[in-house]
T-cell receptor, first 111, second 113 residues
């Protein structure tokens, strides 16, 4: 079963614009992670945010976590064509425990 | 980051045959490995969790006799799809972990004719 939902399911923006994806989950978590997957390929880990953190940055990525609303957002600034991919949030209840993926957002960057 | 490999990267087999997929952690020892299945344009669905030297824990709805998992060492887990059918055609991805985050393999695309 899936932990949560992501919205939008699909997002198409112009190169250079910012992209925001949202993730909601159902149960309490220890960590929330964001992954990228290019079509037909494996997953690339982007960023991990712990349940006691509210915001984290990594390069052009900004992740927020609101545990009271059981939601997270991923912001990609100054998007590039190479950012075209599917993005998944994933949650776990403890380190090295199973992680459950959200439904994913398909991001397309128009040149 | 740590590297996880899968072999083969793709496989085509006839209905009724069995297929083995290997997952290896190349530069670290993984106490736990996970197997996921992903259908086209869908998310990853966890199939099972395996710890070295013990039986795998399967998610609800996943047949343990059809999807045999062996985790014989801290660097190798195998998934065998037994008596494969066309509906088993999917993208199978493993991950390995000692702590967060998990590191994912590149996936194996299985096509059953």
């Amino acid at each position: 079963s899936q932990q949560g939902e992501e919205d939008p399911q699909a997002l198409s923006i112009q190169e250079g614009e910012n992209a925001t994806m949202n993730c909601s989950y159902k149960t309490s978590i220890n960590n929330l992670q964001w992954y990228r997957q290019n079509s037909g390929r494996g997953l690339v880990h982007l960023i991990l945010i712990r349940s006691n953190e509210r915001e984290k940055h990594s390069g052009r990525l900004r992740v927020t976590l609101d545990t009271s609303k059981k939601s997270s957002s991923l912001l990609i600034t100054a998007s590039r064509a190479a950012d075209t991919a599917s993005y998944f949030c994933a949650t776990d209840k403890s380190s090295a425990s199973k992680i459950i993926f959200g439904s994913g957002t398909r991001l397309s960057i128009r040149p | 980051g740590a590297v996880v490999s899968q072999h083969p990267s793709w496989v085509i087999c006839k209905s009724g045959t069995s297929v083995k997929i290997e997952c290896r952690s190349l530069d670290f020892q993984a106490t736990t490995m996970f197997w996921y299945r992903q259908f086209p344009k869908q998310s990853l669905m966890l199939m099972a969790t395996s710890n070295e030297g013990s039986k795998a824990t399967y998610e609800q709805g996943v047949e343990k006799d059809k999807f045999l998992i062996n985790h014989a060492s801290l660097t190798l887990s195998t998934l065998t799809v037994t008596s494969a059918h066309p509906e088993d055609s999917s993208f199978y991805i493993c991950s390995a972990a000692t702590d967060s985050p998990q590191f994912f393999g590149p996936g194996t695309r299985l096509t059953v004719l």
